[in-house]
């Protein structure tokens, strides 16, 4: 079992930024990878940007340049750096853990970007 709790997120103006924060505990040493996801109302959640065990790091195309994933293994903890935010960066994000028999996810953060 992989517990995930997030924090941060908000609102923010066109232009700003924003960080979150995502700490996982129990089952740590089963996960491969932790990331981030979002969605918005009536749409299927899409990946962010996640980050393996190994330190690969991956971005969706409509993130590059604005948001860094980085991690505190000392914590056990991933963050979320979002500048730059647009209005269509608006939605709930969720953190993400994967292990071999499947995902965990957090609760969900809202982020909303006024234009």
């Known amino acids: 079992q992989v517990q995930l709790v997030e924090s941060g997120g908000g609102l923010v103006q066109s232009g700003g930024s924003l960080r979150l924060s995502c700490a996982a505990s129990?089952?740590?040493?089963?996960?491969?990878?932790m990331g981030w996801y979002r969605q918005v109302p009536g749409k299927e959640r899409e990946f962010v940007a996640t980050?393996?065990?190994?330190?690969?790091?991956i971005y969706a195309d409509s993130v590059k340049g604005r948001f860094t994933i980085f991690g505190d293994n000392a914590k056990n903890t991933i963050l979320l750096r979002m500048n730059n935010l647009k209005p269509e960066d608006t939605a709930v994000y969720y953190c993400?853990?994967?292990?071999?028999?499947?995902?965990?996810w957090g609760q969900g953060t809202q982020v909303t970007v006024s234009s």
């Open positions: 993400n853990a994967a292990i071999a028999s499947g995902d965990y």
């Open positions: 129990g089952s740590i040493f089963s996960i491969n990878s």
């Open positions: 980050v393996t065990s190994s330190g690969r790091i």
